[in-house]
């Protein structure tokens, strides 16, 4: 439904909308199974995600993202879009992916050399390619050490904003302050503050956010995109009720 127009889909509710959520969908089948995945693809769904992102930092096993996507899809008719680890990360079952540079690795591979290598799978699909510059903060987790990142310390948001205004010079459509899936230390909202007052494009917070004061303050300090996946992993089991949606309700009624 949302293929090939996801970036529009995106833009037109940055525009109109004070605030959007993402669901991570984490699609590891070691761990998890189809039917866990479809709870919380339902719960979010349920709670009024805007999208949901599939993907993670350590499998990159094209069988299995493209079984998650199609499970997903079952579920929800919002937009599915690819949260790349690797070149093998994708799906044409998909409705879009993050063509995304991890701007502050120390690594050639994760800021070019596999989007060199991605770049035709996604024409030869016909998959929508949005380009996102990918900062990864203290304390980083399993993505900081996998994308062998320079973190950016929390307490220099300068480097942080800097890095941003290099992005957004750069020509990417939005900038992702990334602490870590399951981090322990979400990414301080001093630092989003920064940078959100210093460039243009939309900015995402992801990382450890477990609250609905996290997710607001986030959003007060100008954050357009906040991005949760562990959470929905530790609530939906229990059964916590209305919780994700009191989030994004509260993110999507504040006045600025
Ligand atoms: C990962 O920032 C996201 O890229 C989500 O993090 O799993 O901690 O919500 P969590």
Same mark, same amino acid.
Do not use: C
């Given at each position: ?138 304390? %980083? ?99 916590? %009720? ?15």
């Amino acid at each position: 439904m949302y293929k090939g127009r996801v970036w529009k889909y995106l833009k037109t509710k940055i525009e109109t909308e004070t605030a959007l959520h993402m669901s991570l969908i984490d699609p590891d089948l070691t761990f998890q199974t189809i039917k866990s995945i479809q709870r919380i693809v339902k719960y979010a769904h349920d709670a009024g995600t805007d999208a949901f992102m599939v993907g993670g930092s350590t499998i990159a096993d094209q069988i299995s993202i493209d079984k998650v996507v199609l499970a997903i899809k079952e579920k929800t008719d919002r937009p599915v879009i690819i949260f790349p680890g690797n070149v093998n990360a994708f799906s044409n079952n998909a409705d879009a992916t993050f063509f995304m540079s991890l701007l502050n690795s120390n690594n050639l591979y994760w800021i070019i050399r596999s989007h060199v290598l991605g770049a035709p799978i996604l024409k030869l699909w016909n998959l929508e390619p949005i380009s996102l510059a990918y900062i990864i903060i203290e304390p %980083g987790a399993t993505a900081g050490f996998i994308g062998e990142a320079h973190l950016i310390p929390r307490n220099k948001p300068k480097i942080a904003a800097a890095y941003a205004l290099a992005a957004q010079y750069i020509g990417f459509k939005m900038v992702y302050l990334e602490a870590g899936s399951g981090a322990n230390e979400t990414v301080p909202v001093e630092m989003v503050k920064m940078v959100a007052n210093f460039v243009d494009i939309p900015v995402f917070v992801g990382g450890g956010i477990n609250t609905k004061e996290q997710a607001v303050a986030f959003v007060k300090a100008g954050a357009k995109l906040i991005v949760q996946g562990t959470y929905l992993e530790k609530i939906v089991p229990k059964d916590k %009720g209305a919780e994700l949606a009191e989030i994004i309700k509260a993110i999507k009624t504040m006045n600025l």
